[in-house]
C-alpha cells in the first residue's frame, strides 16, 4: 500500500543525504572550520527537510543543497567572514588578463615532478572567499559552469572569470612554493 | 621558419588568441577545431608553450585535490539527529 509519508522521508534520504559528504567539503571550504562546517551542515539539511516539498523531483540535489549551505552561511557567517562580492566587470578586466603565467623550464621540470598536493592544497585554502568558491565547486566537486552559477546566484561568465582569476592566482602560489622550496629563484620567477 | 611560423596551409593563430583559448581548452570547452588550433600553436611556440605547460600542472594539481570526502558517521548522526527532532524518520535500511 502506499504511504505517501514514507515516500517522502525515502526520497529526502535518497535524493538529499545521499549528499552530506560533497555538503561537509562544500561547507568545509566555505568556513575553513570544521566545527562551523559541521554546524553549517546540520542547518543545511534542516533547511533543505523544512522546504523539501519546495525541491523538485529529478531536480540537482547536491546543487540544490551547496545553494541552501551557501545561503545559510551569509546569513550566519560573522560579517568579517562574509563573503565580499568582487565588482563584476573589475572582476571581467582582471579575468581578461588573466591568460596563464608561465615559468622557466628547470622550474616547470621542478613543479611537474614534486607532489604538489599540499601546496596547491593550502594555495586553495588561501583563495579569496569568492574565487575558493567557484574553484571548490567548478574544479572539486566537477559542477559544469551553469550549476556554479546557479548556486551562486551570478552569471556564468562571472563564474568563468572567476575560476581564470584563481587559476592564476593559484599558479603564483605555485611559483611562490618554488621559489621557497629552492628550484626558482627569485628573478625567474618575479620575471614571469 | 621561426617556432612561430604558421604552416603554410594554414595561419596559425596568435599568441594572444591562444592565451585566452587556453584554459577552455585544457578544460575541453573548445570545439575540436579551436582546440587544435590552440593546440597546435602552443605546440609551435616557444612564447606561450611554456604558459600552456605551467597551467597544465596547476590543472592536474588542483584535480589531485579531488578526493572524496569520506562519510563521517558521528556528523551524520548529528544531522540525523536534528532531523528526526523535526519528524524526518531515516528508512530502516539507513545503516549509517
Known amino acids: ?192 | 621558419m621561426d617556432d612561430r611560423t604558421p604552416p603554410p596551409d594554414r595561419p596559425m593563430i596568435d599568441c594572444g588568441t591562444a592565451l585566452r583559448l587556453l584554459w577552455d581548452c585544457l578544460d575541453g570547452k573548445l570545439g575540436t577545431v579551436n582546440e587544435a588550433a590552440v593546440r597546435e600553436h602552443v605546440d609551435r611556440c616557444r612564447h606561450c608553450h611554456p604558459n600552456a605547460a605551467f597551467a597544465e600542472i596547476v590543472l592536474n594539481a588542483v584535480a589531485s585535490q579531488r578526493k572524496p570526502v569520506a562519510d563521517d558517521p558521528s556528523l551524520r548522526e548529528r544531522v540525523l539527529d536534528a532531523l528526526r527532532a523535526e519528524g524526518f524518520q531515516a528508512p530502516r535500511d539507513d545503516h549509517s
Open chain 1, 1 to 192: 500500500m502506499s504511504d505517501p509519508a514514507g515516500d517522502r522521508h525515502r526520497a529526502f534520504h535518497d535524493t538529499a543525504l545521499r549528499w552530506l559528504p560533497d555538503v561537509t567539503r562544500f561547507a568545509r571550504s566555505l568556513t575553513r572550520d570544521e566545527s562551523a562546517a559541521d554546524d553549517l551542515v546540520q542547518e543545511t539539511f534542516l533547511r533543505a527537510w523544512r522546504h523539501w516539498d519546495t525541491f523538485q523531483a529529478g531536480g540537482d540535489g547536491r546543487a540544490w543543497l551547496f545553494t541552501i549551505a551557501r545561503n545559510a552561511w551569509r546569513k550566519q557567517a560573522p560579517r568579517a567572514a562574509r563573503l565580499v562580492p568582487v565588482e563584476d566587470d573589475a572582476l571581467q578586466a582582471m579575468a581578461d588578463d588573466a591568460g596563464p603565467l608561465g615559468a622557466p623550464d628547470p622550474v616547470l621540470q621542478a613543479l611537474a615532478r614534486v607532489d604538489l598536493g599540499p601546496a596547491i592544497g593550502a594555495a586553495i585554502a588561501a583563495l579569496p572567499d569568492a574565487f575558493r568558491e567557484v574553484v571548490d565547486l567548478v574544479e572539486l566537486q566537477q559542477l559544469e559552469y551553469a550549476e556554479a552559477a546557479d548556486v551562486l546566484g551570478v552569471p556564468v561568465g562571472t563564474v568563468r572569470s572567476r575560476l581564470f582569476r584563481a587559476r592564476r592566482l593559484l599558479q603564483s602560489a605555485l611559483l611562490e612554493h618554488a621559489r621557497d622550496a629552492g628550484f626558482a629563484s627569485v628573478d625567474a620567477a618575479e620575471a614571469q
